[in-house]
């Protein structure tokens, strides 16, 4: 990736819109109440789409892994999802995205990005965080976002002529030719009860902000092809496609196929918050990270890390124990500076 882009490592977390002040070590801020204010960030003197700062992707010359547009789809998935009812909460629950309507942490550190993206091993599964790699798997992308694998393949392989395929569209483009994101969320947003058409628009709308986000506003009729039979909808791997489509994202960044990551860099973020051993808040670690964290508790997060020395700096201790989730088998972590495999405590996942 060096050799075809021009390198512009931003090693710090001070281009990430900080509103936080807060000294209280250890507050509990786990309630989202008053972080939905801080979406809006017009007044900060700081260009901004969807919580990314303009200038330094462009500062970036190409060399920055996320764009504004997934900013804005990280944010707009976050509010639409925002206040579900409980009937709609259960059938989510079960549907093989799990809890990842929960999503919180939607404002974008364009810094941690790029770093996760560059040290992101795709051939041996490994992130380097701090001077330690880290084994990365479906695993995580399970405990993490919440995505479950119900045993088989998604695929996008079926034509748009397929009738059943031409029957949703027909349901939910209502006789258009295309239909926007926005009218998408508003039928996610202001459905009734949670039928088969509210947990098709709602894979539909996540597949197209979180999953496989893109720069178009159009909505993809191809996308419907594994959610033609809401009944099977959760007997998909969906946790396995996610990451799959994620490390594919990072290799064609790695070599300048594609400069943009169009996948979960969302997953990116929760795991490296989630790593932090050293947290100058609670943080509930007994639920999925994407349930957890919000933009709050993250600037703190950020404004720990930036004081410690950056993203690059080896002294901030990382690790993938977490608590209550012993089902989780080690994941092969290394230690960069000998090379051998760290201990089966620190690998546990």
């Not at 925002?82 to 009937?87: A, C, P």
């Not at 295309?178 to 509210?198: E, G, I, P, R």
Request: some cysteine.
């Amino acid at each position: 990736m060096d050799e075809c882009k021009n390198e512009n490592v931003v090693s710090g977390t001070s281009e990430m819109l900080d509103f936080c002040t807060e000294e209280n070590n250890f507050e509990n801020i786990d309630s989202d109440q008053t972080d939905e204010s801080s979406l809006d960030v017009e007044d900060c003197g700081v260009d901004t789409i969807g919580g990314v700062d303009v200038d330094l992707c462009v500062k970036m010359n190409g060399n920055c892994p996320v764009t504004p547009i997934i900013g804005r789809r990280m944010r707009d998935f976050r509010r639409t999802c925002k206040g579900f009812s409980e009937e709609k909460q259960t059938v989510l629950m079960n549907s093989g995205f799990g809890c990842l309507f929960t999503f919180r942490c939607s404002e974008l550190n364009i810094p941690l990005c790029y770093y996760m993206c560059k040290n992101f091993d795709v051939e041996k599964s490994l992130i380097k965080i701090h001077g330690r790699h880290l084994a990365v798997n479906v695993l995580d992308l399970k405990h993490v976002l919440g995505l479950s694998d119900g045993g088989s393949d998604v695929e996008f392989c079926s034509s748009c002529d397929d009738m059943l395929m031409l029957d949703w569209k027909a349901r939910l483009w209502g006789g258009e030719e295309n239909m926007t994101l926005d009218v998408l969320a508003k039928k996610v947003f202001t459905s009734k009860t949670a039928d088969d058409a509210f947990l098709v628009s709602f894979f539909l709308y996540a597949l197209s902000t979180m999953i496989m986000p893109s720069e178009s506003d159009i909505v993809d009729p191809r996308l419907l092809a594994p959610l033609n039979d809401p009944k099977k909808i959760s007997t998909y791997n969906w946790a396995s496609f996610a990451f799959r489509h994620l490390v594919d994202g990072i290799r064609r960044y790695q070599t300048c196929v594609s400069s943009p990551v169009y996948s979960c860099v969302a997953f990116l973020q929760l795991f490296y918050l989630d790593t932090l051993i050293m947290k100058a808040i609670y943080v509930n670690r007994f639920a999925p990270p994407v349930m957890c964290w919000t933009n709050k508790s993250a600037r703190i997060m950020f404004g720990q890390t930036e004081r410690a020395g950056g993203f690059e700096d080896g002294s901030t201790y990382v690790s993938k124990k977490w608590s209550g989730c012993s089902q989780y088998k080690p994941g092969g972590s290394e230690d960069c500076s000998t090379g051998l495999k760290t201990t089966v405590v620190e690998d546990l996942a």
